[in-house]
């Protein structure tokens, strides 16, 4: 910040404050709340907080895994899973799936969630979620660092091949990303965000704007 003060540090030292900036400030983010079958047939359903999408075609979203969760394994295994929106009537729902459970519990039970089949893949869906993307894996990363340490994350990505949207959400063939009310991570040891209506705003690309001929453009022709 030109002219003021900073708060500097390097990664490796530690950040020297009450609580780690870094996912707060990448933030908020979108929530995977992601659902798989075991090869046993159980169901599992957890949110990540470290999720996004990667590409238009082919259609690709990934989320990291701190640690080989049954999540991971089960996608390992089977290769599918799904991801569904989590909004702010499934938030309470979408935390009771955050907690630690032996892999032969059912989070949708737990939660109270309905584990809804879907069409291409075997892991069930939320029910309750008005969006969900079938999904099929492409890619299973474990991260390094810059010293090509292996971590303990594991980058799962894979392809949408199914979509599920409440046709409440669409006015005139356009999503509405507001009327669905989704929350998004915000960092910290508790924070949520949401989105509404009167948070949004537009902006259009410039690339995107409509050319228009300036002074110097028409003189050119004179």
């Not at 938030?91 to 907690?99: D, K």
């Not at 069409?119 to 939320?126: D, E, I, N, Y």
């Not at 492409?138 to 980058?155: M, P, V």
């Amino acid at each position: 910040m030109a002219g003021g003060d900073t708060h500097f540090y390097r990664t490796v030292d530690g950040h020297g404050l009450a609580h780690d900036p870094f996912n707060a400030i990448v933030g908020p983010r979108p929530i995977g709340w992601i659902s798989t079958r075991s090869v046993e047939g159980i169901a599992n359903l957890a949110p990540y907080s470290f999720f996004n999408a990667f590409s238009y075609t082919p259609p690709l979203i990934g989320f990291s895994s701190i640690g080989w969760k049954d999540t991971v394994a089960n996608v390992e295994a089977t290769g599918e899973f799904v991801w569904n929106l989590a909004t702010r009537p499934l938030a309470e729902a979408m935390n009771l799936t955050s907690a630690s459970l032996p892999a032969t519990e059912d989070e949708f039970a737990c939660s109270g969630l309905t584990a809804e089949p879907s069409r291409l893949v075997s892991a069930p869906r939320v029910g309750e979620s008005p969006v969900n993307f079938e999904c099929k894996l492409t890619q299973l990363i474990r991260l390094t660092g810059i010293d090509g340490q292996d971590s303990q994350s594991w980058l799962v990505i894979g392809q949408v091949v199914a979509v599920h949207i409440d046709q409440k959400l669409l006015v005139n063939g356009v999503y509405d990303t507001a009327a669905a009310a989704p929350i998004l991570r915000a960092g910290g040891p508790a924070a949520y965000a949401g989105i509404t209506h009167e948070s949004m705003f537009s902006m259009t690309r410039p690339d995107d704007q409509p050319q228009q001929k300036g002074r110097h453009a028409d003189d050119h022709h004179r």
